[in-house]
Structure formats: C-alpha cells, structure tokens
C-alpha cells in the first residue's frame, strides 16, 4: 500500500514532510472546544466503565518489587472490592523483568484475560544498542508479554534519520513473535514531549504505522509533557487517516497525566468525535495510567449511590 | 459519531434567569411604557414560547429618550474621564457576575446555543466594557489630538445576532469616550438589552446617559431621522444601511456603518488540513451562520477539493443539532420565522441554479425554527448564493488553480467584511492578505474577535471601524 | 493672456496661447462633447476656453483611474513618497507661470498669488513626506487576548472622486488631491468651476513627475455636471464634497449611499470653513483609508 513511500530514506522523508500541516492554535482549540462537552447520566456511567476497560495499570519505577506488582495485579482484576460489576482493566504494564510475576499474579487472581504489557527498547530513554534493544523484547515476550510498548530513538528522529527509526521499530516488530506463532502487540511510543511539535507529532504516526505499530502512544510518563488531548488528537487524526487511505485500524494510547475521571472522559470524548465507534474499544484505544483507575472508581461509586465517595473506599496499589 | 456512547441531554438551569411578563421602555433611568401603549412579544426561536411582552417604542418615546440623552450628556461629557471609567469597569464586573443568568437569557431570546453565549458571547461582553473602560481617562493619548471631544448624543441600532455583543460594542465605546446613548435592540431580541438597563441601575450609572428602546424598524427609523442625535451607528442589512446613509445626508450627524458580507474562506493545497475543516465549520456554522463576517464562501483549490470536501461532510456529521440550551448543542435555532425564509428561498435558487446541495442526516426538532447545516457544491460565481449574503448555516463551495484567481474571486463581491486564508507557507498568507479587499482576514484561524482589534468592512459592507483605537474615532469630534 | 508687446513703431508679436485640455489616464484629451466655456479673470475679461467636461469624461475618468489603482497602491510607500516629491520639484521650477495664473485667475496681488503657490510646493512636500509614515501612526499590532498576532495597516479605499473648493483655485486643490493619492488611492478631480486653469495647469507637471497615468485625473466644468455622475458611479469607493454647496453636497451624499461611498463632508460655511494656510493634520488623509486587521495564530 504505501511501499513508495518508504522504498528509500529520501522517499521516506519527501512522504512525512508531505503530511499536511498541523496548526498548534486551531488544535489546541479543537481539544478544548471538545474538552467542553458535557456527559451526565447514563452516558456517563457507560463512559466510566468504558475508560475503566481501557486502563493499562501501570507501574514503572525503580522501585517496583514483586510484591507491589502482584498488589497492582489483585487490583487490575477486582478493582472494586465493594462492586464486583466494575470491569477489569486491560492491561498491566510493568518492566520487562516483572512480566513472569505479574502474569502468574493475574491468573492467580482470576485475570487470565488481563493482558501484560511490557515497556522495553531500554525504556525510558531509549539509548541503548539496537541488540540490547531487540534483546530486551525478546526477553519481555518470553516471560509472557502480550503486549510490548516500545520507544522510538528520538533522537535519529529529530536529526531527520526516519529511516533508522523506521527500520528499528520492523526489527522490534519482528522481536515481539512469540513462539505460539502470535506476535506481542507492539506499541510504539513517541515521547510527544520531546518531539517537541505537533507536525513531529503526526511524522512520527506515520512513520510508526508504515513501519507496523499496532498502536501508537503518546509518552513514557517520564518527562515534563506527556499526553495532552491535543497531542493525543493529532494521533486520533493520523490513525482516521491512515485507514482511510488504505492501511489498517491502528490504536492510541495516551499516556501520563491522566489522572482523574474528568480527564478520562475527555479523551473519550475525542475519541468518539474524531473516529466514533471502531475505535471505542479497549482493543483500540488504552490509557496509561497508574491513578487515574482511583478517581474512577469513586466517580463510579457516587453514581451508583448517589454520595460523593472518597480515597478511603477506594484501594491503593 | 457513536451510537455507543450516545451523550444524555445536558440542559442549563433556566432557573437562573427570571424573565417577567412585561418590559417597558428605560427612559431617563425608568422603565415606562410606550407613549401609546403599544407592546409586542418576544418569541423564543427554538420553542416558539413567548417569553414577554415588551413595549414599542413610537415617536414620541424616540422625542423624550432623545431629549433625556441630551440632559445627560453635558454632565455625562464633564466627568473626568476617570470617573467615567469606573462606571464602565462597574458595569464590567457586574456583567462578570451575572454573566450565566444572561447567557441563558441570550440563549431563550436568541436561540443560539449556551455553549456559544456562555463561552464566546458573555465574555466577550465583558471584556468589551473593560477594555473601553480603560480608554475614557486615556483619550488625549488616542491620538485623536491633545483633548478629543465626544459628539454628543448617539442614536444606535443594533441586530439580532449577536444581541448583547453588538449592545457592547455601541454602548462601551460611546460612553467611555463621553457620549451619551439611546440604543435600539432588534425587535425579536430586545430581552438582554432590557437586563442590561437593570445592569445600568446596579452600577449606579446616571439616568438618561444609557436610553433603551425597544421596537421594530419604525422605531429604528425614527430614532436615526431624529434632529436631537449627533451620530448614528448601526449594525445591520446592508439594505437598511443604505437608506440610513441617505437618511442622515445633508445633515451634521456622523455615520458608522457595520453591514453585510459574503467572505470568502480560501483554503490553500498546502492548509492544515484538519484545522482548516474545524476553522471552516466555525466560520459559516457559528451561530447558525447568522453572522456578517461569516465564511459563506469557500473557495478550495481543485487539487484538494474531494480530499476537503470528504473530511468536511465527516465533520459536519458530528455537529449536535438542537436545544440551544443543552450544553452540547453546536447548532441551535434559525432566530426567526422570516429568517428561516429567507434562508429557504435563498436554498432553493441555489438548488434551481444547479449547485449540489448536502445536509447531514439529522433530526430536527418539530416546534421552533430550524434548518440543517448545508453545503453547496458545484457553485459558480454568478450563483445567487455566491453573492448574496443568506445569514444562515449554508456554504457554497468554489474551487480556484491559481493564488490569483482566489483572489479575484474573493475580492468579486459588493461586500469586503471578512476573509479567511488558510495555507502553511507564511509568505502566501502575508500576500493573499494584503490583496484581500475585507476589514478582516484571518489566517488559519477564522471568527476571532477581540475588544482590542478593530471590526469593520470595506466597499458595501460598511464603513467606520468598532473595537481598538480606531474605534474610539467613532465617538469622538475628529 | 493675450497682450501686444507694447513698443511703439515695433513689431508687435502676438503670444502663443495655451489650449487647456483635460487630464485622463496620463493624456490631455478634450472633452469628448467637444465643449468649452469661458473662463474669466475676476474682472470678467478673458482668460482662456476650458474643456467642459460631460458625464461620459467623468466616465472615462473613472475607468483610467481604476486601471491605475492596482500599481499605484501596490507600490511602495517609499516610491509615492518620491513621487509626490517630484511634483514639489517640477512645480517649484514653474512657480513663476503657476504665480501668474493664480494671480489672474483669483484677481490676487502677486504676493498673495506667491504666498498660494508657495504654500501649495510646501503642501506637496509634506505629503510626500507622509507616505512612509502615516501606516505607522494609525496602524499597528492589538494585544488581543489569545495566541494570536493581530496587525491593524491602513490601505487605500480605491477610487476617490473629489470636488476641488472653488478658492484658493490653486492651494485648495492640491489640499485636497495629495492627501488621496499619497495612500494609494487613484483621484478623479472636478477643478473649480469658475478657475480651473492653474488645476489644468498642474496636470502638466503631473504628467512630468513619474506618477503613472490615471492616479490624477482633472475634468473642468461644471462641479454638479461632474458631480452626479461620480456620486453615483458604483465604481467610485469615495467622495470628497469639499467644493460642493450646501444643497448639492446633500445631493451628492444622497446618492452616494447607493453604493455606500465615504464621504468627506465640506467643512461647515460655504467654502470659508478651512484655512487651507494652516496645518492640515491626517483628517484628509484618514478618510480615505481603510483599515485591515490579520490575525495569525502564534504556535509552532
């Protein structure tokens, strides 16, 4: 489909710098304007559960041990302890050297569909060998990794060097088969942060999805700035058009910062008035997330008995 | 837009807005009634509810706001600028305050939706009076020379479309720089002008400097014609700017002039794609399109037309059509019966003229005026409904080859009020600018409105410039 | 003009005498009605056969000076500037010819005439000299309140018709004609009607100053012939009535709403309400302007 436009560095650059232009003011405005929408009742109740479903539980810190992992895990599962009716989360996301733990921990506690995602590619920074690198998500995908969120060399990003980046991200691709014959999902994250504009923002999706991204992410959750509904809108764009021009459905993930119902429901929001239903789906749109789940789980609780609830009825990981 | 996540209806509380049965006149710091005891209603546009009865105003009510206006203005114009201000600031404030209860009045009178009134309308409002605050003790400094005198007393008449804005922009600038007004809201949305006289009381504003009449055209006519005003502003159809114009001919009486338009919204190959649709929608489906400055034309370059086109009807089909009052409504009511048939008629040539008309499916409601946000394709230049201004949610859409035959097309009307450019090559934008014959231009952006930036058209669309410095020009003896 | 070199018993040499013509598009044709009137000094005796001009001049007038909008707006301020400079120079090195038709025209002492002429060369200079300047003083950028830069420039309206006052002949329309071209716009000019000729005059220098063919256009004639052609062309953008009458300027206003043209009203008191010695400040000048505001967005 699009094999012209990566058949060479040159062709590959002449494509990205081909993609229209992003106008940071009008996006920005976009974002907000649909910020404004108003979801009461049983749209909100449906939005909840909804965003709840999308979670990626995550837990990325030097400090992660098996304990706090399997507590994350217990959590992802039964995340109301009170209401069994609210839904598991997607996903737990930890570092590679956690997945064998948090995959027994999920099956232990009833979650054999609770994926485990796994960050790899020397996350976060991204500066390592590409064979320590590929070495890394191989070893993620053999401990059980269903999905592996990857990030991109950004900096051969922003010296212009997409073709090093294209081929890194084929080469993790192909790193995430597993010997079921399956491959891990791959999501590519892009450090929008650091990408530093929004027309980098929308190089960067088209790179990730020509190369084979399953889904694509915002951020690590490491740096000043990491999903914004603006940033995140540019990506909704980039996977509408990327399937409207022949390719295939690719997902979005944003992540860091989102931490509260409100914000959640948000990019729900733009979800539904940029792709609709296709991508209303915890196969197609995740959040990254380690509190978020909390403020949901009180938003929740108010709906369903009328008081506003509070952290003590809510568990902590 | 998914039938999975269906938003619930999110209405505002009509209950912080009291509306009472009857209006009269503010006259002189009063409510009155007409001198002839002649009234007419008000109508809510999405509902067809009446909402009041409010007095017309005749002759003789015209005679005595004139000669209270005129009372005012010598101790009105000898305030110390200083002075002058505060009252506007209070005024300021207050609206600040009050800003929901008349956003929601807007909204029932208007029919706009809330989302309009409470995110662009009252704030804008507000903003108005500060900024023109501000000016009344900096007026020696405006560069009209060294003590600028105001005119006296003004007579303005104002649309329906932007009701309480378009009261902002008359009322804030003439007393700042020291007139005093007798002012004329449309007469379907006569409401928030009336609510802006209680605003006047709570500020303690003197009687007679701010005048309200309320009334049809003869009312407008009456005020314009009358010998005791000095300047006439007036917002409108640039039919009834013409006859005004000719009104006040021979006479010594100043004229601002804020009339139609027909502007041209040019989208280059190279646009931001996803924000020129946004920036499209805004600029003709913004308040129903009922707007003077409105991106009525689109004019795309054929090498992106389909691309353009497709991307707008998939946008466009996310618009939320309906109650004004729901806080997700984009599209609210047609503001009145004769509008909404003019806009038909308008639609109908288009149809008869061969262009190809487009609606998305949406239901409208079954009481209260209405009509579907519409694309014209296939529109010619010398289609009806790329000349003339239909001040409803219709585009007619052009295409172009060449930066200058965008240009010749934009610039081919009676109107010059507003244009849009939208292309990422800064050097084009700056050029298609500068030969764009239109008060207005907007480069990738569209539909932006500041108190600090100066409103107005060139050739049919008017003359005289609102908001800014320049602004100031209107009010003051220069 | 006429006059016998007065030697007695010399040959006497009979002057050459001027055909006043009219100024359109950068030529000097006749009126197409083929008419003239005549013009007299304030004694009543003759001075010379003016063109009068028809609505069908006031037409083509209008036309030459459309065609001339685009490039004389379009250039830049620094080139009007030089232009307008030039007609100081070129009229400065006929002062004496423009000191002499004054003189007879309006019935002046030749001082006074010299004082006229003079302050009109001043006149042209400190125009000249506002070309580059006025955009900066009644143009600029608005703090508005959001990430955009917002510029407000002045630009020429277009076509302006402008009705010369009837005195100062001279003084008084170069008072009124500079302050419209320096912008950018294009002028079509009624002389005054009763002493047009240093007006046709000053079409000779125009036409050696480098300024393009129809910027300047000078009809003769009756003011209201002229006048209600132009009033209700659709094709003019503005008017000054400066030397219209009271009852006239009222005319003309009427039918200059059709197309709602600016309109520079005459100074209160028939014809005696300006000083035309005095400075003229950026009145002149701001009513034919235009004011435009861009607004781009500020994001990277």
């Known amino acids: ?213 399953d889904f694509i992410k915002t951020s690590t959750g490491k740096v000043a700035v990491n999903a914004t509904p603006a940033n995140t809108l540019v990506m909704l764009e980039a996977v509408r058009d990327f399937r409207a021009a022949g390719g295939r459905q690719v997902g979005v993930k944003p992540a860091g910062g989102i931490r509260t119902a409100k914000d959640a429901i948000k990019y729900l929001v733009l979800v539904n008035e940029t792709l609709g239903d296709d991508w209303l789906h915890p196969d197609w749109f995740r959040f990254g997330a380690s509190s978020l789940l909390g403020d949901l789980l009180m938003q929740r609780q108010k709906l369903t008995t009328g008081r506003y609830s509070g952290p003590d009825y809510v568990t902590v990981d | 837009m998914s039938p999975i996540f269906e938003y619930a209806p999110a209405p505002e509380s009509r209950a912080v807005v009291d509306i009472a049965p009857s209006y009269g006149l503010f006259v002189d710091g009063e ?407 239109a008060g207005v231009v907007w480069a990738n952006t569209f539909n932006k409105f500041d108190p600090t930036s100066p409103f107005g058209g060139y050739k049919e669309s008017g003359f005289g410039r609102e908001g800014g410095r320049h602004g100031l020009e209107a009010y003051l003896d220069v | 003009m006429s006059e016998m070199s007065g030697k007695p018993g010399a040959h006497t040499r009979l002057s050459v005498l001027k055909t006043y013509k009219l100024f359109v598009g950068g030529k000097f044709p006749r009126s197409e009605s083929g008419r003239v009137y005549e013009v007299t000094d304030t004694r009543g005796n003759w001075l010379a056969n003016a063109p009068l001009a028809s609505r069908k001049d006031a037409r083509d007038a209008v036309v030459a000076a459309r065609k001339a909008f685009g490039g004389w707006s379009r250039a830049t301020a620094y080139n009007r500037g030089q232009i307008l400079y030039r007609i100081a120079e070129m009229l400065e090195g006929r002062r004496d010819q423009f000191v002499a038709e004054v003189a007879a025209a309006e019935g002046l002492s030749k001082a006074k005439a010299t004082a006229q002429v003079d302050a009109a060369v001043d006149r042209w200079v400190w125009y000249a000299g506002w070309s580059d300047k006025v955009a900066q003083v009644v143009g600029g950028a608005n703090p508005v309140a959001g990430p955009y830069f917002n510029l407000s420039t002045p630009e ?30 294009t002028a079509v000019v009624a002389a005054s009607e009763r002493a047009p000729l240093p007006a046709l005059s000053l079409a000779e220098v125009l036409a050696t100053s480098d300024l393009p063919g129809g910027v300047v256009n000078l009809l003769s004639g009756r003011t209201a012939e002229i006048a209600a052609p132009l009033a209700a062309h659709q094709d003019v953008n503005a008017i000054d009535l400066t030397g219209a009458d009271a009852e006239l300027a009222k005319e003309l206003e009427t039918a200059a709403a059709e197309n709602l043209k600016r309109v520079l009203r005459p100074s209160a008191g028939d014809a005696g309400g300006e000083d035309w010695f005095a400075d003229p400040g950026t009145r002149r000048m701001l009513a034919f302007l235009e004011t435009k505001t861009v607004w781009h967005p500020m994001g990277v």
């Open chain 3, 156 to 185: 020429p309206t277009g076509v302006v018709a402008v009705l010369a006052p009837r005195e100062p002949s001279f003084l008084g329309l170069v008072s009124v004609l500079a302050p419209v071209i320096v912008t950018g716009n």
């Open chain 1, 1 to 213: 489909m699009f094999a012209d436009a990566t058949a060479s560095d040159t062709a590959l650059r002449r494509f990205l710098h081909g993609l229209p232009g992003v106008d940071a003011v009008g996006l920005e405005a976009r974002a907000a304007t649909l910020g404004t929408r108003s979801i009461k009742t049983t749209a909100k109740a449906f939005a909840i559960d909804l965003a709840i479903s999308m979670i990626d539980l995550t837990t990325l810190e030097g400090a992660d041990t098996p304990g706090k992992v399997r507590a994350l895990c217990a959590k992802g599962v039964v995340p109301d302890p009170t209401d069994r009716t609210a839904p598991k989360v997607a996903a737990i996301c930890v570092y590679p050297d956690m997945v064998a733990t948090a995959r027994q921990a999920l099956d232990a506690a009833g979650g054999r569909d609770v994926h485990v995602a796994s960050v790899a590619t020397a996350f976060p920074a991204g500066r390592a060998a590409l064979s320590v690198k590929l070495a890394d998500t191989r070893d993620a995908v053999a401990a059980g990794a269903d999905e592996i969120d990857m990030v991109i060399d950004r900096g051969a990003f922003l010296s212009g060097r997409y073709m090093q980046v294209f081929e890194e991200i084929r080469a993790v691709k192909e790193a995430c088969a597993r010997e079921d014959g399956e491959d891990a999902h791959l999501k590519v994250i892009f450090e929008n942060g650091e990408l530093a504009t929004y027309d980098n923002v929308r190089r960067a999706s088209w790179l990730a999805m020509l190369a084979g991204a």
């Open chain 2, 31 to 437: 409510f009155r009634e007409a001198a002839d005891g002649r009234v007419f209603k008000t109508v809510s546009p999405s509902t067809e509810e009446v909402l009041a009865e409010v007095a017309h105003a005749g002759a003789e009510d015209v005679d005595a706001a004139v000669a209270a206006a005129r009372r005012a203005f010598g101790p009105w114009s000898a305030l110390p600028g200083s002075e002058r201000a505060k009252y506007l600031f209070r005024i300021a404030r207050i609206i600040q305050e009050r800003s929901r209860e008349l956003a929601v009045l807007e909204t029932l009178d208007n029919g706009k939706p809330i989302r309009e009134t409470r995110d662009v309308d009252l704030p804008l409002v507000a903003a108005h009076f500060f900024y023109h605050a501000g000016w009344a003790d900096k007026l020696s400094h405006a560069g009209f020379g060294p003590d600028p005198r105001p005119l006296g007393v003004a007579g303005q008449v104002i649309p329906w479309n932007f009701p309480l804005l378009m009261l902002a922009w008359k009322i804030a600038p003439a007393l700042a720089c020291g007139n005093t007004v007798v002012l004329k809201p449309a007469e379907t949305t006569p409401l928030s002008a009336l609510f802006f006289a209680d605003v006047c009381r709570q500020a303690g504003l003197p009687k007679g400097v701010v005048n309200i009449l309320t009334g049809d055209g003869s009312t407008g006519a009456a005020l314009v014609a009358h010998d005791g005003i000095d300047k006439v502003a007036f917002t409108g159809s640039t039919a009834v700017g013409k006859r005004i114009a000719r009104t006040v001919a021979g006479t010594a009486k100043r004229l601002t002039l804020e009339l139609g338009g027909k502007g041209a919204n040019i989208v280059f190959d190279d646009a931001p794609i996803d924000q020129a649709v946004e920036g499209i929608v805004n600029g003709i489906y913004f308040n129903q399109g009922q707007v003077c400055c409105a991106g009525s034309r689109l004019l795309v370059q054929e090498s992106v037309h389909d691309e353009l086109m497709e991307a707008l009807k998939r946008r466009l089909a996310t618009l939320r059509v309906g109650d004004p009052l729901d806080k997700n409504t984009d599209i609210g009511a047609i503001n009145s019966a004769e509008q909404l048939a003019r806009i038909t008629e308008l639609v109908d040539s288009g149809e008869a003229e061969g262009a190809v008309r487009w609606s998305p499916a949406c239901e409208l409601p079954e009481r209260g005026w209405w009509f579907a946000p519409t694309i014209f394709t296939n529109v010619t230049q010398a289609h009806r409904i790329a000349r003339e201004e239909i001040f409803g949610p219709v585009l007619s859409v052009l295409t172009f080859r060449t930066p200058d035959e965008a240009v010749a097309k934009a610039n081919n009307s009676q109107y010059g009020l507003s244009a849009g450019v939208w292309t990422e090559k800064g050097s084009r934008i700056l050029a298609v600018a500068d030969k764009l014959r």
